[in-house]
C-alpha cells in the first residue's frame, strides 16, 4: 500500500517541480485556499499557539498573521518539492548567504560545527550552504514513517551533498567521524518540542516555560564543536537571506543550557520581527508549566 501510494504521488511531485516560479506560486494560491479556507489544516492548533506566543496582539492582529503564515506554508511546501529539480543557479540566486565567511572562518580552526537554526522562514533551503563547504555534511531530521517518500528525501539532499541521519543515529555517527577526524557540519532544528519524559532542561520560549532540545549543546560540548546560530530571513516572495552568528567557539567552557537559551532568544527576535514565517502547526507548547 506505502508503495502504490509513492506510485500514485510522484508522478504529480514531479509535475509540480517543474513548474517555473510565476506558476508555482500561482499554484501556491490555490493550495491556500484548499489547505486553510476548506480543508482547516491544524487551524486550531496555530490559534492556540498565536494565543500563548502573542498575546498581546489583538484577535484581529493574530488573525491576519495566521492567513499570512499559511501562505507561506503552502510557499514552503511547494519550494520543497521544486527542490526535486531546481538548478544549482536558481537555488543560490533565491537563498543567500550573507556573511558566509563567518563559516568558512570556522572551518579554517579545524573543528567540526553544529549549525542551529528554526523552522522559520526557508529551513529546507539551508542546504544549498553545501555548495560552498568542504567539511562533510549532516542534516538531522525526523523519519519519514512510509520508506519510499524517505528514500525520495534523501536522493533530494543528496543533489546538494547533504547527508540526512536520524536522532538515534546521531550520536553514534558523530562519535563514528570524530574517531576517524573526519570534520563535519551537523544541521540541528533545535525549536520543536521533545517528550517530556526526555526532556534536561526547560526554558521560557515567547514568555512560556517549556522543556527544550538540548542535544545540540550537549553534542558540541562532547565533541568540541564550535556552534552557529543560522538566521533565515524571508526578503520576498520565493527570495531569503541567511546570516550566520558564531553561538560559541569553546562550548565546554560554557556553563550547561546557556547556550541553549542563548538561541532560543534569538529565535524568538525572529519570531518577534515577522511571526508569519514561524512553523505555527507544530505544537511547540503541548508540555508547558
Known amino acids: 500500500m506505502k508503495y502504490l501510494v509513492y506510485l500514485i504521488v510522484y508522478p504529480f511531485l514531479w509535475c509540480i517541480s517543474m513548474l517555473p516560479f510565476p506558476l508555482l506560486y500561482l499554484f501556491s494560491d490555490f493550495v491556500y485556499i484548499v489547505l486553510y479556507q476548506i480543508i482547516g489544516y491544524r487551524k486550531k492548533t496555530v490559534r492556540e499557539n498565536l494565543s500563548l506566543a502573542l498575546p498581546h496582539l489583538s484577535n484581529k492582529e493574530r488573525l491576519i498573521i495566521e492567513k499570512k503564515f499559511y501562505h507561506h506554508l503552502c510557499d514552503m511546501f511547494l519550494e520543497m518539492i521544486k527542490t526535486m529539480n531546481i538548478s544549482k543557479e536558481e537555488i543560490c540566486k533565491r537563498y543567500v548567504f550573507k556573511n558566509f565567511e563567518v563559516y568558512a572562518d570556522l572551518e579554517k580552526k ?151 537559551d542563548q538561541f532560543l532568544k534569538l529565535v524568538e527576535q525572529q519570531i518577534y520581527e515577522t511571526p508569519e514565517y514561524y512553523l505555527w502547526t507544530h505544537k511547540r507548547w503541548k508540555h508547558k508549566r
Open 110 to 260: 579545524q573543528k567540526s560545527i553544529a549549525i542551529m537554526c528554526a523552522h522559520y522562514a526557508s529551513y529546507e533551503w539551508v542546504m544549498s550552504m553545501n555548495y560552498f563547504t568542504t567539511f562533510k555534511s549532516f542534516g538531522i531530521y525526523k523519519q519519514i514513517k512510509n520508506p519510499y517518500f524517505d528514500k525520495l528525501i534523501h536522493t533530494i539532499r543528496s543533489r546538494f551533498n547533504a547527508h540526512l541521519i536520524t536522532t538515534k543515529e546521531t550520536i553514534p555517527i558523530i562519535s563514528n567521524n570524530c574517531r576517524n577526524k573526519t570534520l563535519s557540519v551537523y544541521g540541528f532544528a533545535s525549536d520543536q518540542s521533545p517528550k517530556e519524559n526526555c526532556a534536561y532542561h526547560w526554558a521560557k520560549f515567547m514568555g512560556i516555560e517549556v522543556p527544550v532540545h538540548t542535544g545540540a549543546e550537549m553534542l558540541s560540548k562532547k565533541y568540541d564543536m564550535n556552534i552557529i546560530f543560522l538566521r533565515t530571513k524571508k526578503v520576498k516572495r520565493g527570495y531569503y537571506e541567511a546570516t550566520m552568528e558564531v553561538l560559541s567557539e569553546n562550548a565546554k567552557k560554557v556553563p550547561n543550557y546557556e547556550i541553549t
